[in-house]
């Protein structure tokens, strides 16, 4: 089954949407495999955001991604990592659409509350650079086979 990493970024924290954040998950039918409350050091947010190093903005966001806790997180489901990037809307909150959580919650693109993996290659590559293999959870809910 697939899998990807969500993160509530820490404005999100800041702001008290953790909660809130993991209902919208729940509620789709997304299955909870890991999730912690961590605080992410310089050298893993240059690691996760490697991609955006040549980028203007790079200093401030690894400044801002290590500036308080992250509410990190693994969830699976079927089409999990397209379907959660659709439910976090456009990158810059302008552009979200209502209903979406960026939409919903998010002002400055540099502020947008949450992130989430774009592809499998970056889900797979998130999810071992923020998870140790003894913290995720195989399990299953009867519930499963109705959603
Ligand atoms: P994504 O989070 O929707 O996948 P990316 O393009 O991978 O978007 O960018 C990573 C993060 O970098 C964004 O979530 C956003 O917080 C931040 N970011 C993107 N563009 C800008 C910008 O122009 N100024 C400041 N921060 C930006």
Request: charged share 25%; proline share 4%; hydrophobic share 35%.
């Amino acid at each position: 089954m697939e899998k990807t990493f969500l993160m509530v970024k820490p404005d999100g924290v800041q702001r008290n949407l953790i909660g809130e954040l993991v209902t919208r998950f729940e509620k789709k039918g997304f299955h909870l495999v890991g999730a912690k409350l961590m605080t992410v050091t310089k050298e893993l947010a240059e690691n996760h955001y490697g991609e955006h190093k040549e980028r203007p903005f790079f200093g401030e966001l690894v400044d801002f991604i290590t500036s308080g806790p992250v509410f990190a997180m693994v969830w699976e489901g079927d089409n999990v990592i397209s379907t959660a990037r659709t439910m976090m809307g456009a990158t810059n909150p302008k552009d979200a659409n209502p209903g979406t959580i960026r939409g919903d919650y998010g002002v400055q693109v540099s502020m947008n509350v949450i992130h989430g993996s774009d592809s499998p290659t970056s889900a797979e590559r998130e999810i071992s650079l923020f998870f140790n293999e003894n913290e995720l959870n195989e399990y299953t809910k009867t519930i499963s086979k109705w959603v």
